[in-house]
């Protein structure tokens, strides 16, 4: 059983930036693809990043790339979502998602079988 806290949300400006964490527990952590979506307020959840369980690969979402960075720390079973120049439109509650041990990549978007309980980010205009 994998549980996932993300925690580093808030309010933020934009072109700010602001750096998400998703602290996982379970011993295999180190074998799960990660990822991270977002859902904002009327609108459906929608996938931003995710890492393959060495980090050696990173796949993001065409809304995000060159503005976050997705990474992971395996040594402390966590996994980290950069945030800069950020936009009004990137207001959303972020979720940190686990698709599963040893599983190939990419992960698709219904692959994940672990979720946080999400953390809020704002960004003011």
């Known amino acids: 059983q994998v549980q996932l806290v993300e925690s580093g949300g808030g309010l933020v400006q934009a072109g700010g930036s602001l750096r998400l964490s998703c602290a996982a527990s379970?011993?295999?952590?180190?074998?799960?693809?990660m990822g991270w979506f977002r859902q904002a307020p009327g609108k459906e959840r929608e996938f931003v990043a995710a890492?393959?369980?060495?980090?050696?690969?990173?796949y993001l979402a065409d809304s995000v790339k060159g503005r976050f960075t997705i990474s992971r720390d395996n040594a402390k079973n966590t996994v980290y979502l950069q945030m800069n120049s950020l936009k009004p439109e990137d207001t959303a509650v972020y979720y940190c998602?686990?698709?599963?041990?040893?599983?190939?990549?990419?992960?698709?978007?219904?692959?994940?079988?672990?979720w946080g309980q999400g953390t809020q980010v704002t960004v003011s205009s």
């Open positions: 890492i393959s369980w060495s980090g050696g690969s990173t």
């Open positions: 379970g011993r295999t952590f180190s074998r799960y693809h």
């Open positions: 998602a686990a698709d599963g041990p040893f599983r190939a990549w990419p992960p698709g978007a219904g692959d994940y079988d672990y």
